[in-house]
């Protein structure tokens, strides 16, 4: 699997806490969307989710997750969407092509890749929705880009 270390610099961010069932993502994508629209906020890249319970059990119940966006400038927040700064730091990175329900394969090469270099995975993981159910009717071309917060040991 090809995999990259990426810095991620200092990002100010539109994000939307939540805790519930992983069905609810699309809603939630579509209403931090929507704020960005109506405000006429610029933004940088896709949609995010960062899990905050393990990836392989959101499905089992309520998951303690947040969906994200990257803005270029700061905003004024709205109802549930808050606006928040990222500081810099250091992700271990690698592409997840299909469906999502395999996900966990590329995932447990990820962290293969980090064992074998000595990175330790610090924090919580982050999957950008290069291409997804927000701009793709087709599962079999879904993009996702995995990141997972690492230091070097």
């Not at 392989?56 to 969906?67: C, I, R, S």
Request: aromatic residues 6%; hydrophobic residues 40%.
């Amino acid at each position: 699997m090809e995999h990259e270390i990426k810095i991620i610099p200092d990002q100010k961010l539109a994000v939307i806490n939540y805790k519930g069932p992983i069905d609810d993502l699309d809603i939630l994508v579509s209403k931090l969307m929507g704020w960005t629209e109506a405000e006429e906020v610029e933004i940088i890249g896709e949609p995010f989710i960062v899990y905050y319970s393990p990836r392989h059990e959101v499905n089992e119940g309520d998951a303690v997750y947040d969906v994200g966006i990257v803005l270029k400038d700061d905003a004024d927040e709205k109802d549930i969407i808050r606006v928040v700064d990222m500081v810099e730091h250091k992700m271990l990175t690698g592409i997840h092509e299909g469906p999502i329900d395999n996900i966990m394969d590329t995932y447990q090469k990820l962290v293969d890749i980090s064992q074998q270099n000595n990175y330790d995975i610090i924090g919580s993981p982050k999957e950008i929705l290069i291409k997804s159910f927000h701009n793709c009717d087709n599962e079999n071309e879904f993009i996702t880009e995995i990141q997972l917060p690492i230091i070097e040991m």
